[in-house]
Protein backbone atom coordinates (compact mmCIF):
# COMPACT_ATOMS: atom_id res chain seq x y z
CA UNK A 1 0.00 0.00 0.00
CA UNK A 2 1.77 3.27 -1.01
CA UNK A 3 1.99 6.22 1.25
CA UNK A 4 -1.09 8.27 -0.55
CA UNK A 5 -3.46 4.81 -0.20
CA UNK A 6 -2.39 5.00 3.57
CA UNK A 7 -3.57 8.65 3.74
CA UNK A 8 -6.95 8.69 2.19
CA UNK A 9 -7.54 5.24 4.60
CA UNK A 10 -6.80 7.80 7.57
CA UNK A 11 -8.87 10.87 6.29
CA UNK A 12 -11.93 8.03 5.73
CA UNK A 13 -11.65 6.56 9.55
CA UNK A 14 -11.12 10.30 11.26
CA UNK A 15 -14.02 11.61 8.98
CA UNK A 16 -16.51 8.35 10.09
CA UNK A 17 -15.76 8.74 13.56
CA UNK A 18 -16.41 12.90 13.73
CA UNK A 19 -19.76 11.93 11.41
CA UNK A 20 -21.02 8.88 13.96
CA UNK A 21 -20.49 11.58 17.17
CA UNK A 22 -21.97 14.03 15.78
CA UNK A 23 -24.96 11.83 14.92
CA UNK A 24 -25.22 11.06 18.64
CA UNK A 25 -25.24 14.05 19.50
CA UNK A 26 -28.24 15.46 18.37
CA UNK A 27 -31.36 15.05 19.90
CA UNK A 28 -34.66 12.26 18.76
CA UNK A 29 -36.35 14.43 16.32
CA UNK A 30 -39.69 13.32 17.96
CA UNK A 31 -38.71 14.37 20.98
CA UNK A 32 -40.40 17.93 20.64
CA UNK A 33 -43.28 16.81 19.08
CA UNK A 34 -44.02 13.53 21.55
CA UNK A 35 -43.80 16.42 24.49
CA UNK A 36 -46.11 18.61 22.27
CA UNK A 37 -49.17 15.19 21.58
CA UNK A 38 -48.51 14.59 25.59
CA UNK A 39 -49.09 18.01 26.09
CA UNK A 40 -52.13 18.64 23.86
CA UNK A 41 -53.37 15.62 25.65
CA UNK A 42 -54.88 17.60 28.66
CA UNK A 43 -57.98 19.28 29.44
CA UNK A 44 -59.21 21.75 30.75
CA UNK A 45 -61.12 21.37 34.15
CA UNK A 46 -63.83 23.09 34.75
CA UNK A 47 -64.31 21.74 38.24
CA UNK A 48 -61.38 21.10 40.53
CA UNK A 49 -59.37 21.10 43.36
CA UNK A 50 -56.05 22.79 44.18
CA UNK A 51 -53.87 22.88 47.72
CA UNK A 52 -50.57 24.21 48.26
CA UNK A 53 -48.25 26.66 49.82
CA UNK A 54 -48.18 30.21 47.89
CA UNK A 55 -45.02 32.97 49.10
CA UNK A 56 -45.95 36.44 48.17
CA UNK A 57 -43.49 39.21 47.86
CA UNK A 58 -44.46 43.09 47.76
CA UNK A 59 -43.66 46.20 48.94
CA UNK A 60 -45.91 48.49 51.32
CA UNK A 61 -44.31 52.31 52.32
CA UNK A 62 -41.41 51.68 50.38
CA UNK A 63 -40.80 48.63 52.93
CA UNK A 64 -40.32 45.13 51.72
CA UNK A 65 -43.43 42.55 52.72
CA UNK A 66 -43.02 38.39 52.68
CA UNK A 67 -46.36 36.55 53.29
CA UNK A 68 -45.83 32.45 53.37
CA UNK A 69 -49.05 30.73 53.93
CA UNK A 70 -50.95 28.40 52.16
CA UNK A 71 -54.25 27.61 49.65
CA UNK A 72 -57.47 26.10 48.70
CA UNK A 73 -58.60 26.51 45.98
CA UNK A 74 -62.04 25.21 44.84
CA UNK A 75 -63.48 25.72 41.31
CA UNK A 76 -67.14 24.78 40.02
CA UNK A 77 -67.72 26.38 36.88
CA UNK A 78 -67.92 29.80 37.23
CA UNK A 79 -68.35 29.93 40.73
CA UNK A 80 -65.28 29.71 42.63
CA UNK A 81 -63.81 29.58 46.87
CA UNK A 82 -60.37 30.40 47.23
CA UNK A 83 -58.94 30.03 51.22
CA UNK A 84 -55.84 31.72 52.44
CA UNK A 85 -54.20 30.17 55.45
CA UNK A 86 -51.08 31.62 57.62
CA UNK A 87 -48.24 29.73 58.01
CA UNK A 88 -49.64 28.08 61.43
CA UNK A 89 -53.07 26.94 59.64
CA UNK A 90 -54.86 30.18 60.34
CA UNK A 91 -57.39 31.15 57.78
CA UNK A 92 -56.31 34.65 56.86
CA UNK A 93 -58.81 35.36 54.01
CA UNK A 94 -62.13 33.88 51.91
CA UNK A 95 -62.63 34.52 48.18
CA UNK A 96 -65.76 33.95 47.18
CA UNK A 97 -67.00 34.36 42.88
CA UNK A 98 -70.16 33.48 42.02
CA UNK A 99 -72.70 35.05 39.46
CA UNK A 100 -73.69 37.36 42.41
CA UNK A 101 -70.24 38.88 42.20
CA UNK A 102 -67.03 38.60 44.68
CA UNK A 103 -67.25 38.50 48.35
CA UNK A 104 -63.88 38.58 50.67
CA UNK A 105 -63.98 37.85 54.21
CA UNK A 106 -61.20 38.55 56.40
CA UNK A 107 -61.02 38.08 59.89
CA UNK A 108 -61.69 40.78 62.17
CA UNK A 109 -62.80 42.88 59.00
CA UNK A 110 -66.25 43.46 57.32
CA UNK A 111 -67.19 41.49 54.60
CA UNK A 112 -66.21 43.15 51.16
CA UNK A 113 -68.22 42.54 47.79
CA UNK A 114 -67.72 43.98 44.47
CA UNK A 115 -68.18 42.76 40.89
CA UNK A 116 -64.83 43.12 39.63
CA UNK A 117 -62.86 40.49 41.78
CA UNK A 118 -58.99 41.18 41.16
CA UNK A 119 -59.40 44.84 41.84
CA UNK A 120 -61.20 44.16 44.91
CA UNK A 121 -58.38 41.78 45.77
CA UNK A 122 -55.72 44.24 45.35
CA UNK A 123 -57.22 47.06 47.29
CA UNK A 124 -58.12 45.09 50.20
CA UNK A 125 -54.76 43.03 50.38
CA UNK A 126 -52.87 45.78 49.18
CA UNK A 127 -50.81 43.26 46.57
CA UNK A 128 -52.78 41.93 43.61
CA UNK A 129 -54.02 38.12 43.59
CA UNK A 130 -54.67 37.52 39.65
CA UNK A 131 -57.77 35.08 40.13
CA UNK A 132 -58.77 36.00 36.39
CA UNK A 133 -55.71 34.34 34.83
CA UNK A 134 -54.84 31.95 37.82
CA UNK A 135 -58.25 29.91 36.64
CA UNK A 136 -55.99 29.12 33.77
CA UNK A 137 -52.22 29.43 34.67
CA UNK A 138 -52.58 26.96 37.89
CA UNK A 139 -54.01 24.68 34.97
CA UNK A 140 -51.28 24.80 32.46
CA UNK A 141 -53.33 26.45 30.34
CA UNK A 142 -53.05 30.34 28.73
CA UNK A 143 -55.81 31.97 27.07
CA UNK A 144 -55.72 33.31 23.39
CA UNK A 145 -57.01 36.57 22.27
CA UNK A 146 -60.00 34.86 20.78
CA UNK A 147 -60.94 33.56 24.32
CA UNK A 148 -59.43 29.93 23.23
CA UNK A 149 -57.28 28.10 25.48
CA UNK A 150 -53.71 26.66 25.17
CA UNK A 151 -52.16 23.53 26.60
CA UNK A 152 -48.79 24.60 27.57
CA UNK A 153 -46.00 22.21 27.46
CA UNK A 154 -44.72 20.67 30.02
CA UNK A 155 -41.46 22.16 29.98
CA UNK A 156 -39.27 24.83 32.01
CA UNK A 157 -40.86 27.67 30.47
CA UNK A 158 -41.41 31.74 30.78
CA UNK A 159 -44.20 33.38 29.15
CA UNK A 160 -46.24 36.99 29.49
CA UNK A 161 -50.00 37.10 30.23
CA UNK A 162 -52.18 39.83 31.53
CA UNK A 163 -49.46 41.96 32.36
CA UNK A 164 -47.38 38.89 34.57
CA UNK A 165 -44.86 37.32 34.08
CA UNK A 166 -45.11 34.00 34.74
CA UNK A 167 -42.46 31.14 34.69
CA UNK A 168 -43.46 27.09 35.19
CA UNK A 169 -40.27 25.60 37.27
CA UNK A 170 -41.79 22.37 37.85
CA UNK A 171 -44.53 20.25 36.89
CA UNK A 172 -46.05 16.95 38.31
CA UNK A 173 -44.89 14.08 35.97
CA UNK A 174 -47.58 11.78 37.14
CA UNK A 175 -50.41 14.06 36.31
CA UNK A 176 -48.59 16.40 33.64
CA UNK A 177 -49.90 19.35 35.41
CA UNK A 178 -47.86 22.26 37.19
CA UNK A 179 -46.20 22.41 40.76
CA UNK A 180 -44.33 25.29 40.51
CA UNK A 181 -45.26 28.82 38.87
CA UNK A 182 -43.15 31.82 39.85
CA UNK A 183 -45.74 34.88 38.61
CA UNK A 184 -44.24 38.78 39.34
CA UNK A 185 -44.86 42.23 37.92
CA UNK A 186 -44.65 45.91 39.06
CA UNK A 187 -47.00 47.68 40.06
CA UNK A 188 -47.56 51.26 41.23
CA UNK A 189 -49.25 50.65 44.49
CA UNK A 190 -47.29 47.48 45.96
CA UNK A 191 -43.83 48.09 43.80
CA UNK A 192 -42.24 44.73 42.49
CA UNK A 193 -45.12 41.44 43.25
CA UNK A 194 -43.78 37.99 43.39
CA UNK A 195 -46.01 35.13 43.67
CA UNK A 196 -43.99 31.54 44.07
CA UNK A 197 -47.10 29.03 44.07
CA UNK A 198 -46.23 25.41 44.96
CA UNK A 199 -49.57 23.01 43.70
CA UNK A 200 -49.81 19.70 44.95
CA UNK A 201 -51.07 16.82 42.60
CA UNK A 202 -54.89 17.92 41.22
CA UNK A 203 -57.66 16.75 43.30
CA UNK A 204 -61.06 16.35 41.05
CA UNK A 205 -64.16 16.42 43.00
Keep these: MNRYSRIFMLLTGISGTLLSSACSSLPPATTNSAERLHSASRNYQETIHLSGKISVRYEHN ?24 SPVGQTIAKITQN ?20 QLLADALRWPLPVSGMRDWLQGFVRQP ?12 TISSDGWNIRYASW ?11 LNRYTTSAGEVTLNIFIEAPQNP
Design 172 to 182: HESTNSPKRID
Design 62 to 85: NKPQNLPGSFEWEQTGNSLQITLF
Design 99 to 118: ERGALLEQEGKMPQQADNLD
Design 146 to 157: DGNRTALLAADQ
